[in-house]
Structure formats: structure tokens, C-alpha cells
């Protein structure tokens, strides 16, 4: 199993950037899809969230400005984010969860998103 996340970089307050997760090695629809971000000296925290029927969630901090997205058949899911604030900087990374299956749990290597002021 293989998580891959790409998109990050460098943006200026009020910006926006994509972010993609490209899965390998497992039946992706198969899985509940998570966005992570950890900023500098905070603990990993979860901002969104997309199980395989679609249904999504979001963090109170980022609802209203990321949106979360799956496409099934390109294994792969998005964070679209909007209205960028410098609080934002962090790495982020994707997870992949089997419902039902405490053991099936699958992180990428993260992506570093830095907003400047």
C-alpha cells in the first residue's frame, strides 16, 4: 500500500492550492480517505475527512474554506484550499482507513503547505 500526496508549496495569505493523494496497492473505494495537517509544534490534527459513500466532515478551523474530494477511479483524493492563512503552514498528509478494520490504516509521507503573511 502506497500513499502519495503532491500540491504543496509556498503561497501568500488569501491564496489557494490543491492537494492530491494518488493511492497504490489497495481497492481504493474500498476505504474511508483523511486529510491531515501537523503545524510546526502541534499535534497531527484531522481538518477532512471522506468515507467511501462520499459523505464528508470537516475540522471547524477549515470549514468553509477546504472542500474534500475522491475520484474513484483514479485513486486519488483532493484537498481544495481556499482563503489561505498563514496558521495553515504545515505538512500535510493523507490516511487511508477500511471501516471495520482497526489494523487497515495508511499514512503518506506528508507535503509541506507554507503560507506567508
Known amino acids: 500500500v502506497q500513499l502519495v500526496e503532491s500540491g504543496g508549496g509556498l503561497v501568500q495569505a488569501g491564496g489557494s492550492l490543491r492537494l492530491s493523494c494518488v493511492a497504490s496497492?489497495?481497492?481504493?473505494?474500498?476505504?474511508?480517505m483523511g486529510w491531515y495537517r501537523q503545524a510546526p509544534g502541534k499535534q497531527r490534527e484531522l481538518l477532512a475527512s471522506i468515507t467511501t459513500g462520499g459523505s464528508t466532515h470537516y475540522a471547524d478551523s477549515v470549514k468553509g474554506r477546504f472542500a474534500v474530494s475522491r475520484d474513484n477511479a483514479k485513486n486519488t483524493v483532493y484537498l481544495q484550499m481556499n482563503s489561505l492563512e498563514p496558521e495553515d503552514t504545515g505538512v500535510y498528509s493523507c490516511?487511508?482507513?477500511?471501516?471495520?478494520?482497526?489494523?487497515?490504516?495508511?499514512w503518506g509521507q506528508g507535503t509541506q503547505v507554507t503560507v506567508s503573511s
Open positions: 490516511n487511508a482507513r477500511r471501516p471495520g478494520i482497526s489494523l487497515y490504516d495508511y
Open positions: 496497492g489497495m481497492i481504493f473505494s474500498f476505504n474511508d
